[in-house]
């Protein structure tokens, strides 16, 4: 066998080409998760704050963006947190200058949590570039892509929200 043949039939010189295997997929599903993981830590320590803080900002920022007012009970119930814990995560977020209290706009018994300007801004700044980068591979996709990607990323959502029968603490009690 000539050098140029062994080198072909290994596949060190010309891989073939052929579909990633279920198990390259799920590799690459862990990546991305590993690094979103370590985009969220980045993006907690350049801002100074911790998981939940985040998510409450963004689910803050969603809300004002979509016109709709969340009041601190509306957060306790998106991050399913006790009122306490709420409460002091409200707190948290007021004294570093990341959200305000105001009246709510049509109970004055109540009161609204808003994200403040300079939040937006920070976010923004913070993670914008990471964003369009994001934007841009999607864009860079045909239709047909995105509609492959997305039903894919909807089946395995469904396959892992999925809650089998170990799942549940009063059926593996039994």
Do not use: C
């Not at 997929?25 to 862990?30: A, H, I, K, Q, T």
């Not at 939040?119 to 047909?144: N, Q």
């Amino acid at each position: 066998m000539t050098t140029a043949a062994a080198a072909q039939s290994s596949g060190y010189w010309y891989p073939e080409h052929s579909a990633p295997s279920s198990v390259d997929v799920l590799n690459l599903l862990r990546r991305y998760r590993a690094a979103e993981g370590a985009m969220r830590a980045r993006t907690r320590s350049s801002m100074g704050m911790g998981e939940t803080d985040l998510l409450a900002l963004r689910l803050l920022l969603q809300a004002q963006r979509r016109g709709e007012s969340m009041r601190q009970r509306d957060l306790a119930t998106a991050l399913q947190l006790a009122s306490p814990s709420v409460t002091a995560l409200v707190d948290r977020l007021v004294k570093s200058g990341h959200v305000r209290r105001e009246p709510h706009p049509d109970d004055r018994r109540a009161t609204i949590v808003v994200p403040t300007t300079d939040t937006d801004h920070e976010v923004r700044k913070t993670l914008g570039a990471m964003h369009r980068r994001m934007i841009d591979v999607i864009d860079g996709m045909g239709e047909a892509e995105r509609h492959a990607v997305a039903g894919f990323l909807e089946r395995m959502s469904a396959a892992i929200e999925h809650r089998d029968e170990h799942d549940d603490p009063a059926t593996a009690a039994s």
